[in-house]
Structure formats: structure tokens, C-alpha cells
């Protein structure tokens, strides 16, 4: 497929935020791409390979300056005056495309495998002389073809492609090109399991219909962990899930999934990312569980002093993110253990399938406790008292809460959804005006005196999954050390965009538009119905959204969460009728 056809496309899809539509736009292309289908996926998501693999293009805006600086004889100092006015360097790419006295003599087609292998090629350039090849590479790339080519290879080098296409709308493209309406429930469940949309679409065009309907869990392939609802009140708990249910300790720490494969161990973030390098202890304590030959296990990575038993604050295990050098000393100086709650693959076994209670067994026959390895504590109770002292005994020993599992054999594990077999109950939600969200920066207003050099506040969106956009839902001003606060403009600095994106519905304007990635934890005084909040507008109150009064950071950055996986609208609404019920 010639790639010139793609940037048309990709010209459509940045021209509405119509979900509908965008599906539309995509089955079209879908169909179109041919053999090329896995590679226009990947580069519709700005990408060469599945997050988990962790291939990344590695290119910087400084070496794309410099590159259309030469093939177009522009100085680079005004091609960086031009971007700074601009604000985009794809549209500068294009312009400079448009006006090159080169793009005559050197312009020839391009095809989706062209630009697609380059850039594959580019990320694979390691070493003495690679940032040479890596420029030659991308400069071949950008002599060829059209001024909206170069303005969608440009961003797309750079991580910044931004359409606002949701992964769940491009599942549904593929669910429309490809005739899976029948099957949808079956293709987003092998989504969430192996959630590499190039591969899913390889598989769809096949029309592998057995593959659809019987994957499971597999060993190193990183799935999207099962989420939890909330309730207040353990009596409407009970009510919910029958009468008796299992109360587990609800640990802040890191989720984790690990995988276990013939003595190698991986270990994968909520997001997908694979963290294994950074916990050492954990993984050799993982290799001594001997009875799990292939396994995936699921839990919570949380620091923790094994001899006074205590549970340390969230914020010593993100200590541990992100470092390369001296893990195994700091092992000692910031201990981790790995509690355990559930087990989704057991030596060549599918567990996910099963009933809760019956994954809770596995688990337990599997793992040999540690002191790097435990299991989560819990009870299985019918009695209220009895489940309000346990819940109360969590918080006493350092916990969140707890999360309630329902018994029944239905409660199969459900990859990344959230739904009633598992809710979730925190200090928090005693209160009917103290809450905690975790949401998405979508724009930014400049401050004003002591504040006037960086943000005085941040639009702050919760994620509405039917709808595939992010809805305003507060304005965040307080709990910022003066650390933070002004770095504020130099940490979204490279999320900036020019007007609002496709993928952000927002009544009330920021001075600054910032593309919808960057997830905070918000706590807040009470959800209120509002005139200029978009979050379930119209739902409550004709033409009113609801906003979360008297907002506030609790200093966490939730870089563990996607945006799309941010607290969503539907449980806002929960949230606020259940408010609604205790005034």
C-alpha cells in the first residue's frame, strides 16, 4: 500500500472525533492495507512493535531539525523559530516539504513497508556510528514522498503522531472490516489477554475464528489485569455478592504480573511495561517456587520489612522505577515482597476461566510463602462485624482497604475489565466527601503572580471508554510542592498541542491545550453536578456535567496507568449516586 493512500486516511481520521466515523475511517483502511494490515495498525498507534516488547524508534526532535534543515538549506536556528511558532513538528516538516527546491528531484512513492522497515530498521541501530546510519536512514525517508507524508513520518519517528484514536476504537475497526460482529466479545477478550492489535489483526483477516474464541493467558505475553468497582458500605457489599464473599487486604503498592517459563521469570507492570531488571530479589525468590514449572501469577509489589512486618508508604517501591545501577544493594535499603492474589496460568493449565475460588486454591497449592513471596491475607466471611474487623485490621496494618471477590463459580477472571466479582473498599469511601481519582491532564491555565512563570492550575479528564474521548471533570490547583509546581511547564512540555485534541470533549478552555497521557491522583471533597464540566453531561441534569469540588494532588504520578485505563466516567457516575444515597 503506497503510504501517500495512508496519510490520506490519516488526514480524515485527524479531521473528526466522531467515534463512528473514526470506526468507519478505519475498517476502510483496514480492508484497503491488504497485506500490510499488521504494519498500518502499528503505525496508526505510532508504533513498530507491541508496548511490551519495548521498541522504541529513537530519534530526537534536535537530529529531525537537523535533517530538514539539510534537504531543505534552511538554517536549523529558524526552522527551531518556526517550530516554536508552530508548535508541531510534523506541520513544519510539511511546509518544508512543500517549499523544497529538492522535492522535484528526489521525490519518489513510498510505501507502508518502506516506511515501516526504516523506521523498524532505525530502532535497531545500536552503537558507535548508528546515530550516522540512524540520520541517513530518515533523511532517505523524507526526500521521498509527499509533504503530508513527511508531516506523518515526522511524528510518528517522534512519538507524536496524537490522532486521538483510541486502542478500543481501532478494535472495533477491526471488529467492523473484518466481520467479527458476531464474535466481538470474544475478539476484545483476546485483546486484553495479548493486547498487540498488529498480531490481533493478522489473526482477524484470517478469519481464525478458533483462535479467536479459545485464547487464553500466555506465558510472557503481558495481559490487561482485572479491575475492580467500588461500593461503600460492607452490608451492600454482601448484598452484592450473595451473602458471603471473600475479603482480601487491598496493598498500595506496584500490581505486577509475573511469568514464569522453564526457570526464567518475567515480571510486567499494570501497563504492560516490562519491570523485571528493576526487582532482582523478587525475581530470584521467583525462581525458588518450584512447583510452578509455567505460570502467570498476579499481585502487588509492596515494600515491606519482613521482621517487624511493617507495610511501608507507596512511594519507597517507586523508588525503585526507572533505576539501572546498584538494584541489588538497594534491595536491602528498600525491601520489596511480592503478595500474591491471584494465578491466571498453572503448567500448561488456563485458569482464567475458572471460579475464583478455585484460582484462590491453585494459588495456594502453587506458592510456598517467603519472605519475598506471601500470599494476600483474607477471610471469607458472611458475618458484617466479622468482615468490618477485618477491613479494619487492613488499614491498622498499613493496607488501602480491601477488595471484596465474590464466591460464586461465575467469577471467572475477567482481563482488563472491571466489573462486580471484585469490589473495592478503601478508607476513603467511609466518607461521602472524600474520594480518590486518578486522572488525566488535558490542558493547563498560566499562573498568576508568585505563579505567573509556570501553571497556576491543570483541566483535569476523566476516560469515557464508550465514547473513546476524556471528559473535563475538574480544575486543579493545590497539593503541588513548589518542586513540582514549577516544573509544571517543562514536564508537559512535549505534550503540548495547538487547539484541543479530537480525543478531548471540554467546554471550559485552557490557556494550554496538553495531549491526554499524563495520569495524577486526585483526591477531592465531594462530586457535584456542573455547567462547565463535560464528565456524563446530560446524564443527571440536562446540559450539566459533574466536576469533583475542591480538588487536590496527593503527590503521586500514576506513570503504572495508561490514560485510558484513568478512572472512567461510568465509575464517576457510580460514585456519585451512591454520594447521593448517603445525604
Not at 27 to 36: A, N, Q, R, V
Not at 164 to 190: M, P
Not at 488 to 510: C, H, M, T, W, Y
Request: one cysteine or more; a neutral charge.
Amino acid at each position: 500500500m503506497l503510504f501517500s493512500r495512508f496519510s490520506e486516511y490519516l488526514n480524515q481520521m485527524t479531521e473528526t472525533s466522531k467515534r463512528l466515523e473514526l470506526k468507519s475511517i478505519l475498517s476502510s483502511l483496514f480492508l484497503e492495507s491488504g497485506s500490510d494490515i499488521k504494519k498500518t495498525v502499528y503505525l496508526i498507534q505510532g508504533k513498530i512493535a507491541p508496548d511490551y516488547e519495548g521498541k522504541e524508534i529513537g530519534l530526537a526532535d534536535k537530529t529531525i531539525l537537523e535533517i530538514l534543515s539539510e534537504i531543505s538549506g534552511i538554517d536549523k536556528d529558524e526552522i527551531t523559530k518556526k517550530l516554536a511558532k508552530v508548535g508541531d513538528i510534523g506541520t513544519v516538516a510539511y511546509e518544508i516539504k512543500a517549499k523544497s527546491s529538492q522535492q522535484m528531484l528526489f521525490q519518489e512513492d513510498i510505501t507502508i513497508e518502506d516506511v515501516f522497515g526504516t523506521l523498524k530498521s532505525i530502532s535497531e541501530k545500536k552503537g558507535g556510528g548508528s546515530t550516522r546510519i540512524k540520520r541517513d536512514l530518515m533523511k532517505r525517508l523524507l526526500l521521498s514522498g509527499s509533504p503530508d507524508d513527511a508531516k506523518y513520518i515526522v511524528r510518528i519517528a517522534l512519538g507524536k503522531l496524537r490522532l486521538g484514536v483510541a486502542d478500543s476504537t481501532i478494535l472495533q475497526g477491526l471488529i467492523e472490516a473484518f466481520n467479527f460482529v458476531d464474535l466481538s466479545e470474544d475478539v476484545e477478550n483476546y485483546y486484553n489477554f495479548s493486547p498487540d492489535l498488529g498480531n490481533l489483526s493478522e489473526i482477524l483477516k484470517k478469519d481464525d475464528r478458533d483462535e479467536i474464541r479459545n485464547f487464553g493467558p500466555r506465558t510472557f505475553v503481558p495481559f490487561k489485569v482485572m479491575l475492580a468497582e467500588r461500593m461503600q458500605g460492607i452490608p451492600s457489599i454482601l448484598e452484592k455478592m450473595g451473602g458471603e464473599v471473600a475479603f482480601e487486604y487491598k496493598y498500595d503498592g506496584l500490581r505486577a504480573q509475573v511469568h514464569i517459563r522453564d526457570g526464567k521469570i518475567k515480571i510486567f507492570s499494570r501497563g504492560n511495561e516490562e519491570t523485571t531488571s528493576q526487582f532482582p530479589d523478587v525475581v530470584e525468590a521467583m525462581k525458588r517456587q518450584v512447583l510452578i514449572k509455567d505460570g502467570i501469577v498476579d499481585g502487588e509489589l509492596v515494600p515491606y520489612n519482613p521482621e517487624t512486618e511493617e507495610i511501608y508508604p507507596f512511594q519507597e517501591v517507586s523508588r525503585r522505577r526507572g533505576r539501572k545501577k546498584d538494584l541489588l544493594n538497594i534491595a536491602d535499603e528498600i525491601p520489596i515482597t511480592l503478595f500474591l492474589f491471584d494465578i491466571v496460568y498453572l503448567n500448561g493449565r488456563d485458569l482464567s476461566r475458572k471460579g475464583y475460588s478455585e484460582r484462590r486454591r491453585n494459588l495456594e497449592e502453587a506458592i510456598q510463602p517467603t519472605e519475598k513471596i506471601k500470599l494476600a491475607r483474607r477471610i471469607i466471611s458472611s458475618d458484617a462485624s466479622e468482615l468490618e474487623a477485618f477491613f479494619e485490621l487492613s488499614i491498622e496494618n498499613g493496607c488501602e482497604g480491601i477488595v471484596a471477590k465474590s464466591l460464586s463459580e461465575e467469577s471467572i477472571y475477567r482481563a482488563g475489565a472491571r466489573g462486580w466479582n471484585w469490589i473495592k473498599y478503601k478508607r476513603d469511601y467511609q466518607s461521602l466527601v472524600n474520594d480518590t481519582f486518578d486522572l488525566v491532564v488535558v490542558g493547563a491555565f498560566w499562573g498568576h503572580g508568585r505563579r505567573g512563570k509556570t501553571y497556576g492550575a491543570l483541566l483535569l479528564a476523566s476516560f469515557n471508554p464508550d465514547k473513546g474521548v476524556y471528559e473535563t471533570f475538574c480544575k486543579l490547583g493545590t497539593g503541588f510542592t513548589d518542586e513540582v509546581l514549577f516544573s509544571l511547564p517543562r514536564i508537559f512540555s512535549d505534550l503540548i498541542v495547538q487547539g484541543e485534541p479530537n480525543n478531548v470533549d471540554a467546554a471550559l478552555k485552557p490557556d494550554v491545550w496538553i495531549y491526554p497521557e499524563k495520569v495524577m491522583e486526585v483526591k477531592g471533597a465531594e462530586i457535584t453536578v456542573s455547567p462547565v464540566h463535560t464528565c456524563n453531561k446530560g446524564l443527571i441534569e440536562k446540559g450539566m456535567g459533574l466536576a469533583l469540588r475542591f480538588p487536590r494532588f496527593t503527590g503521586r504520578w500514576r506513570d503504572d496507568k495508561k490514560p485510558e485505563s484513568s478512572t472512567n466516567s461510568e465509575e464517576i457516575l457510580e460514585i456519585y449516586k451512591n454520594q447521593k444515597k448517603g445525604l
